[in-house]
């Protein structure tokens, strides 16, 4: 009976030594900032993070379709007011943007329906979090930063001011990004208008 309670408790004392699983949340704001910033960071300690918003496909879809919508009507009135005034040039750049506008909705559309079976999926979380990094040469602070990561860990953005937070959050949509470019459109700059 002894051996067993010494062996009982050996493996109790190994699995309270080892067990520790790394927070993926976590993983992924320091993979972000360890890899994906203009300074060179050798070390990131986490101070909190918390949890502030999830956004499903079905709402991202229907902000990307918002921003395009603002953006067509925008184009569209420009488009009348420079064909009225006789400004030839203006009018084609004009005509030109309602193209790519509508284009896009197009696409969005066919979107939605591709993905119909995950539209109410979450397809990111947003997070306001503290952390500090350390380099070389630099330590940085961040303090009420943001970042939008997605259920497998991937970021899709990560910021200082939570307004620009969705700027670039279309890409988590499959075949967005590739629409967006492929009509020749900044999916950031598209986002400014909102």
Known sequence: MHKFLVFAASLLLLASCGGKTADPVHEAIKGEIL???????????????????????????????KVFMTKRDADSELLIKY???????????KSESYRKDLLILNGLD?????????LDDIAYYDYRFSADAKGQDVNMQFRDAYISITPDG???????????????????????????KGAGEDEEESEVIL
């Open 110 to 118: 066919s979107l939605e329906s591709a993905i119909a079976g995950i």
């Open 154 to 180: 991937r970021v899709i953005s990560m910021t200082a001011d939570r307004r620009d937070l969705h700027k670039s959050a279309g890409r988590v949509i499959p075949g967005y990004y590739e629409l967006v």
């Open 35 to 65: 890899g994906n910033m203009d300074r060179q960071f050798s070390d990131v300690s986490i101070n909190k993070v918390e949890k502030i918003d999830s956004t499903t496909f079905r709402t991202e879809l229907e902000r990307r379709k």
């Open 83 to 93: 064909m009225t005034e006789g400004k030839r040039r203006n009018a084609e750049i």
